[in-house]
């Protein structure tokens, strides 16, 4: 439908404030974009221009697989549709996958979580300020180093944890989205190699 909708959109869009990584994992000792501050730094802006977000569950997988000492997690796949619409009716709609794994019953909400924070980073880039060039240098010197890599690796075959499964635990541990070890930087190296080493021990 064709209406105002996107150019509130745009409105909300630059109205959006950054989100810092002001949470802070003390059992694993990383940083990170908590959902309450996403939503607080968004919020305000739909508010101020009018526009209400309207979620639609469209699809939720489970599956589960055990480490090597016999615990269970649970793991939910979820894809959500957003539809944000303004008050002459006219509407927007963008869609997110997500996914989280919990040893408990909260790998579905955590899933949902995780799916609507990346959406609202994706669609009104909430991230951090800053020079992209500096970032981009940081990003470089802070990679996990060949011997880190492997050594994640080998402490999760330890704990049973392999390919899409080790992935899976690590976006769990980091907060976000793990697709390759790639993704992993220098900060995650001893909240991860803690985290499984407890698993080892459990």
Same mark, same amino acid.
């Given at each position: 439908?064709?209406?105002?909708?996107?150019?509130?959109?745009?409105?909300?869009?630059?109205?959006?404030?950054?989100?810092?990584?002001?949470?802070?994992?003390?059992? !694993?000792? *990383?940083? *990170?974009?908590?959902?309450? /501050?996403?939503?607080?730094?968004?919020?305000?802006?739909?508010?101020?221009?009018?526009?209400?977000?309207?979620?639609?569950?469209?699809?939720?997988?489970?599956?589960?697989?055990?480490?090597?000492?016999?615990?269970?997690?649970?793991?939910?796949?979820?894809?959500?549709?957003?539809? *944000?619409?303004?008050?002459?009716?006219?509407?927007?709609?963008?869609?997110?996958?997500? !996914?989280?794994? /919990?040893?408990?019953?909260?790998?579905?909400?955590?899933?949902?979580?995780?799916? *609507?924070?990346?959406?609202?980073?994706?669609?009104?880039?909430?991230?951090?300020?800053?020079?992209?060039?500096?970032?981009?240098?940081?990003a470089q010197a802070s990679a996990l180093t060949k011997?880190?890599?492997?050594?994640?690796?080998?402490?999760?075959?330890?704990?049973?944890?392999? /390919?899409?499964?080790?992935?899976?635990?690590?976006?769990?541990?980091?907060?976000?989205?793990?697709?390759?070890?790639?993704?992993?930087?220098?900060?995650?190296? !001893?909240?991860?190699?803690?985290?499984?080493? !407890?698993?080892?021990?459990?």
């Amino acid at each position: 439908m064709e209406g105002i909708i996107y150019k509130k959109m745009a409105d909300v869009l630059a109205d959006t404030m950054p989100v810092e990584k002001n949470g802070y994992n003390q059992s !694993q000792g *990383f940083k *990170f974009r908590s959902i309450d /501050d996403t939503v607080a730094s968004v919020r305000k802006s739909l508010i101020k221009h009018n526009v209400a977000i309207l979620p639609e569950v469209l699809s939720v997988e489970k599956s589960t697989y055990q480490t090597s000492k016999g615990s269970t997690m649970n793991v939910s796949d979820v894809l959500v549709a957003y539809r *944000f619409v303004a008050e002459d009716g006219s509407s927007v709609e963008t869609t997110m996958a997500g !996914q989280a794994a /919990d040893s408990g019953d909260k790998a579905v909400s955590k899933s949902l979580s995780m799916a *609507f924070k990346y959406m609202m980073f994706q669609t009104f880039l909430c991230g951090t300020d800053g020079d992209p060039d500096a970032e981009i240098v940081e990003a470089q010197a802070s990679a996990l180093t060949k011997v880190q890599k492997l050594d994640i690796a080998a402490l999760g075959l330890a704990v049973g944890l392999a /390919d899409q499964a080790l992935l899976d635990y690590l976006s769990t541990v980091t907060g976000r989205v793990i697709a390759s070890a790639g993704d992993l930087v220098a900060d995650d190296y !001893q909240p991860v190699k803690e985290a499984l080493t !407890q698993e080892a021990s459990k």
